[in-house]
């Protein structure tokens, strides 16, 4: 019941009157409204032993998630609006989305629950302060961004509840779950623990300085009070994370992108090797806490790192892009997933050869690995909130995936998507895994 349901609200949101209701007249408001619908499977695979985290290595299939969004936007004067962003997610993941550390769908948080939950996705305010004898231009409205004339050369500032992503490590051909590659290693630079509850959200400002060229963007935000957890920690003064990222634009007949990207947070995340030094002595007060099943209520944990990410238009139905990233990996993973190294390279391709623009095809390959500290702390037979098999036999995670986008009416487009996982959650006793999954895409 629940497919055809979904099915119905895909083709019934994709006809020329329900768009017509999301059209804005009104140049002071903006109206944008998203549904995915994701089913994932995967077969059965061999596997010498699992544990409380791990991929089951039986058959899963009809593994259905769903997120629908609306993104509403007022201007509130010149250069200023504010933005609001209600949000509907429900369904699960394969295996409740652990067992992979590259997890194969971006669209599917961690948390247990198939019953669909109404929350506040973003809520900010945002305004862009021209700098000195600066041009402007003319900026169409779309998600979060009114219909205005904006300065080229500005200052913009965005303070309130919003995702670190919608700003940072942007990249044209891997970036958006809801549109292109799936998988998490794809979304963002892997290693980059990006401070956010468990939907990916999280409180704080941004400031960014643009130029025509280059952009320089800096953060300071709120970090969970557990791993993995919902509820923020409003104690600043000893939890806290900061972003910087460096933008150049390499101006050209088809252009190339360059960012870097500076990262570091305080929280109250143990250390692997402090971890299992107490488990060895008897004391278990801390394991717990790597799995979000309590605070530890001791600040000073430090997660720190860089990223690289490029991209590059070949020609005007072909891109290119490059990741690479790192973190110390000593610490606890806080926020995202448990990737502590990670590169990526990957195309995307325009069906314009075929007489379908509107149609995208899309290869990546992934590398994922983490620290010798977070081996031994899996060795051990401890457990992250992501991946943990109670035994570890160490190997780099590798993620392959191909997907192709097909638009079937003016706002719904269907995609068909494979991943092969090898060394699913770095374990060489396990897998390798094929997941197929079939994604609808509404966009108003």
Do not use: C
């Not at 958006?176 to 799936?182: A, G, T, V």
């Not at 490029?310 to 990741?323: D, L, P, R, Y």
């Not at 190294?341 to 992934?366: C, E, Y």
């Not at 702390?377 to 190997?395: E, M, P, T, W």
Request: glycine share 8%; proline share 3%; net charge positive.
């Amino acid at each position: 019941m629940k497919q055809i349901i979904v099915a119905f609200f895909l083709y019934t949101a994709s006809t020329p009157a329900f768009a017509q209701a999301f059209v804005d007249s009104n140049r002071n408001w903006s109206y944008h409204f998203q549904l995915t619908a994701i089913n994932q499977a995967h077969p059965s695979f061999n596997a010498k032993y699992e544990g409380e985290n791990s991929l089951s290595s039986e058959a899963e299939n009809k593994k259905l998630s769903l997120t629908t969004t609306l993104f509403v936007g007022h201007k509130l004067w010149k250069h200023a609006a504010l933005y609001f962003n209600p949000e509907i997610t429900g369904g699960s993941g394969i295996s409740a989305a652990k067992g992979i550390a590259g997890f194969t769908n971006g669209e599917t948080f961690r948390i247990g629950s198939t019953a669909p939950v109404l929350y506040a996705a973003r809520l900010f305010f945002q305004e862009h302060f021209p700098l000195k004898n600066t041009a402007y231009e003319n900026v169409l409205q779309d998600v979060n961004r009114v219909e205005e004339n904006i300065p080229t050369s500005r200052i913009t500032l965005s303070v309130g509840k919003i995702s670190l992503s919608d700003f940072f490590d942007k990249n044209t051909y891997s970036h958006d779950p809801r549109s292109q590659f799936l998988n998490w290693s794809l979304m963002s630079n892997a290693a980059w623990d990006y401070p956010a509850d468990t939907r990916g959200y999280t409180q704080g400002v941004v400031a960014e300085y643009i130029k025509p060229s280059f952009a320089i963007r800096i953060s300071s935000v709120l970090v969970p009070r557990k791993a993995n957890g919902l509820q923020l920690d409003y104690k600043i003064t000893k939890a806290h994370s900061e972003t910087l990222e460096l933008e150049k634009r390499f101006a050209a007949k088809h252009p190339t992108i360059i960012r870097l990207l500076f990262f570091h947070s305080i929280s109250q995340a143990p250390t692997y090797s402090t971890t299992l030094a107490q488990v060895k002595l008897g004391d278990s007060a801390s394991v717990d806490v790597y799995r979000g099943e309590k605070e530890w209520k001791k600040y000073g944990g430090v997660k720190y790192g860089f990223g690289i990410n490029a991209e590059k238009e070949i020609s005007a139905t072909t891109g290119a892009f490059f990741k690479a990233s790192w973190n110390d990996g000593k610490t606890a993973t806080w926020a995202f997933t448990e990737i502590d190294r990670s590169i990526s390279a990957g195309a995307q391709v325009k069906g314009n050869t075929w007489k379908r623009p509107n149609d995208n095809i899309g290869l990546a390959q992934v590398i994922n690995g983490i620290s010798t500290e977070h081996q031994a702390f899996l060795q051990a037979g401890l457990y992250g909130f992501i991946i943990g098999d109670g035994k570890l036999h160490y190997g780099m995670e590798t993620i392959t995936e191909l997907y192709y986008k097909a638009q079937i009416a003016s706002s719904l487009f269907v995609s068909a998507d494979y991943q092969f996982v090898n060394n699913p959650a770095y374990n060489k006793d396990r897998g390798p895994v094929h997941v197929f999954a079939i994604r609808g895409h509404i966009e108003l």
